[in-house]
């Protein structure tokens, strides 16, 4: 079997990583080695906080209600259950956008959860 060479292979490879690292610093953006480290932790650090910020968003949302729902005398786990019972189908990134931009449409939502509560 001949023998068969990778060099164009290796150096596209090569460019790919150098030019994923350019923001680096020091020897992390000019030395391949480095660069390809630097560019394979940085991709997993990007692949697993993709699905954290879900959860992250999630719990800004929750805090927001909760403090838009404590302005009404109410706490964020009463407020959720008296919109569920007065059949209420709102999701909480919703409900935190109404906490902060519409504050009348927000104060509406609570007096009908205290009514179901």
């Given amino acids: 079997m001949p023998r068969v ?3 164009v292979a290796h150096h596209a490879r090569k460019k790919k990583y150098m030019e994923a690292a350019k923001g680096a610093r020091g020897g992390r953006s000019k030395l391949y080695k480095a660069a390809k480290e630097t560019v394979e932790r940085a991709m997993r650090y990007a692949y697993r906080d993709r699905r954290k910020k879900k ?3 999630r719990t ?3 805090t927001r209600i909760n403090a838009a729902a ?3 005398d109410l706490s964020y786990n009463r407020f959720m259950s008296g919109l569920k019972k007065a059949g209420v189908e709102i999701d909480r990134k919703m409900l935190a956008d109404l906490a902060v931009a519409d504050v009348d ?3 509406r939502l609570a007096e009908l959860a205290k009514g179901a509560a």
């Fill in 5 to 7: 060479k990778s060099g």
């Fill in 55 to 57: 959860g992250e968003f």
């Fill in 60 to 62: 800004l949302w929750i």
């Fill in 70 to 72: 404590r302005i009404h």
């Fill in 105 to 107: 449409a927000f104060a």
